[in-house]
């Protein structure tokens, strides 16, 4: 009966396949130029696999912390990738969507509950709030892969820009991420190393880290500078500004992205 609950507990969930399932359909229509407006598909593309990396990241600090003693996340529902099961949905997948949609940045979420009195050991409680943004990174290599390959031939440039503009998504949430700011994953990571007495000042200011970097991200000077650094990654890998801006456009497609990127204009 344990073990049988054990499995369930760990089912992959019938709602993240469903994500997957519309990130492939519409990753098919991108490619094959399927469907009209092109950039509808894009949207819908970028979109599911934004909210697929999403549910990853919070699976990685789940299985992270289940190896590391707190088997509690198993019957909260985490382990089996459903976004529906996280502590707070709204930070988890609907807040991070709406920033990309707005301003298309990847600004990270926080959702799963860990038990932190169940953990033993200041590197499993780093660790733990390690694996959630390394996963970005994971994802961002693995989207930039044809780029820092040289394995362009015979990709449609419609399908390169999507997946340029996904990059930059991971690579803006993977730096976020690891801000040493409060409530965000980075805090995490070295909260374990502070005193006691830092860590409870520092406590009530958690639940607006997110807040705070999104606020500051909105002053043009720490705009310009972040951005600088988010692209320097992503030349590095092969992923050029002209094709991340592409991307963006096509994503953004209601704002008329064929006049304003001429260069981008592609047939639907």
């Not at 970028?46 to 999403?54: D, G, I």
């Not at 301003?103 to 979420?109: E, H, N, T």
């Not at 690891?178 to 070295?190: A, Q, T």
């Amino acid at each position: 009966m344990t073990t049988a609950s054990a499995r369930s507990d760990r089912r992959i969930s019938p709602v993240f396949l469903g994500i997957v399932a519309v990130a492939a359909v519409s990753g098919w229509a991108v490619w094959t130029g399927t469907g009209y407006p092109y950039g509808l598909a894009v949207f819908v593309f970028v979109t599911a696999a934004w909210v697929v990396s999403l549910c990853l990241h919070e699976y990685a600090h789940a299985r992270t912390a289940l190896h590391s003693g707190d088997i509690s996340v198993g019957a909260k529902g985490y382990l089996t990738l459903n976004p529906l099961a996280y502590t707070h949905a709204l930070l988890s997948i609907v807040l991070p969507v709406l920033f990309v949609i707005m301003g298309g940045i990847g600004l990270p979420g926080g959702a799963v509950f860990i038990e932190r009195g169940r953990i033993r050991g200041r590197w499993r409680h780093s660790l733990i709030s390690a694996a959630g943004p390394l996963t970005n990174v994971l994802f961002a290599l693995v989207c930039t892969a044809p780029f820092w390959l040289h394995a362009l031939d015979g990709v449609p440039r419609e399908f390169r820009y999507a997946l340029a503009f996904l990059a930059l998504l991971q690579v803006t949430a993977a730096i976020l991420n690891f801000l040493p700011v409060p409530g965000l994953d980075g805090y995490g990571l070295i909260e374990p190393w502070l005193s006691y007495r830092i860590r409870r000042r520092v406590e009530p200011f958690a639940q607006f880290g997110l807040l705070a970097v999104f606020g500051v991200l909105w002053i043009p000077e720490v705009n310009h500078v972040f951005f600088d650094l988010v692209h320097g990654v992503l030349d590095s890998l092969g992923v050029s500004g002209l094709e991340t801006e592409c991307g963006r456009a096509a994503y953004r497609f209601w704002e008329n992205w064929n006049e304003e990127y001429p260069v981008c204009a592609v047939s639907p």
